[in-house]
């Protein structure tokens, strides 16, 4: 089942992933899928222009290397200052979450 993401979740996905360590575009969008149970479903012409934004803002580098068929491809790993923003985004998205848990239950 796809689903769209909700505003900024894509990048804290994005974020996450690459704490693991550097990959391509094409591997990002199969460990969002994998972790997520195949909930999220992240298209290129979703995914590439937010890691061109992340790398903007400074919080990815990218260096190009051959994938794991042999193909050339753009590799994207965090920054110093990308680990403090994957630490932000995700203690504001336990927040969020934990808070809508709340209103779930409480509204039930």
Do not use: C
């Not at 996450?16 to 149970?37: D, E, K, M, W, Y």
């Not at 290397?65 to 504001?92: I, M, P």
């Amino acid at each position: 089942m796809g689903s769209d993401l909700l505003k900024g979740t894509l990048d804290l996905l994005i974020l996450r992933v690459l704490a693991i360590g550097p990959n391509h575009g094409l591997g990002i969008s199969r460990r969002i899928r994998q972790v997520s149970g195949g909930t999220f479903e992240v298209k290129p012409g979703s995914l590439f222009p937010a890691l061109h934004r992340l790398e903007e803002q400074g919080w990815l580098a990218a260096r190009w290397g051959e994938s794991e068929n042999h193909r050339r491809a753009k590799f994207y790993q965090l920054t110093k200052s990308g680990r403090r923003q994957v630490d932000a985004e995700t203690s504001t998205w336990e927040t969020i979450a934990a808070a809508i848990a709340r209103a779930i239950a409480a509204t039930a």
